[in-house]
C-alpha cells in the first residue's frame, strides 16, 4: 500500500476516532482549538491518539523530509511548514511518542507559528434546558 506515492511505514495499530470526530488539517500556526472551531467544531484531546501516526499525517501533508516520534510534544501530530527555518526541520512531519504524557488542554491548544496541526475535531453535543412546571429546571441531551 501507498500514501502520496510513499510506502506505508509500519506502526502499531491506533484506536479508531470515535463516531462523530473526524481529522482535521489546520492553517500555519493555529492550535487545535482554533482549527475545529474554524468549522464550528471542538478540539477533543482524547481522539489525537488517533491521528498520532506517520502514515495518517501523510494522507493531509506530504511530510517530504521524513517523520519521526517526537516525545512530549504537545502540538503532535504536525507538519513543519516550508517557510521555517532550516533548524526548524522544514517539510518534516511529527508524531508523539505513544508513552508520551499529555495535558489534554495543552495538546488542543498547542500551537507554533511554522506548524500545521493535524487535529480531532468533534461536535459539541447540546445540552438544553427544559423548565418543568413548577418552575424547576432539568437538563437533557
Known amino acids: 500500500m501507498k500514501i502520496a506515492g510513499k510506502p506505508v511505514i509500519p506502526e502499531p495499530p491506533l ?3 470515535e463516531d462523530g470526530a473526524e ?5 500555519l500556526g493555529d492550535s487545535c482549538t482554533a482549527t475545529c472551531g474554524s468549522v464550528e ?3 477533543v484531546a482524547s481522539q489525537l491518539a488517533a491521528l498520532n501516526s506517520c502514515n495518517i499525517l501523510r494522507m493531509h501533508v506530504p511530510c517530504e523530509a521524513g517523520c ?14 516550508t517557510q521555517a527555518d532550516k533548524g526548524e526541520q522544514p517539510t518534516f512531519c511529527w508524531v508523539r511518542t505513544a508513552a508520551a504524557e499529555v ?7 498547542a500551537a507554533a507559528p511554522m506548524l500545521q496541526r493535524l487535529c480531532a475535531c468533534a461536535k ?3 445540552q438544553a434546558v427544559v423548565l418543568e412546571p413548577q418552575g424547576q429546571t432539568t437538563a437533557q441531551q
Request: glycine share 6%.
Open 15 to 17: 484506536p479508531p476516532l
Open 23 to 27: 481529522a482535521v488539517m489546520g492553517q
Open 41 to 43: 467544531k471542538t478540539c
Open 68 to 81: 519521526a516520534l517526537h516525545p512530549g510534544f504537545d502540538a503532535a501530530p504536525a507538519y513543519v511548514s
Open 103 to 109: 495535558d489534554e488542554q495543552a495538546a488542543c491548544d
Open 124 to 126: 459539541l453535543a447540546v
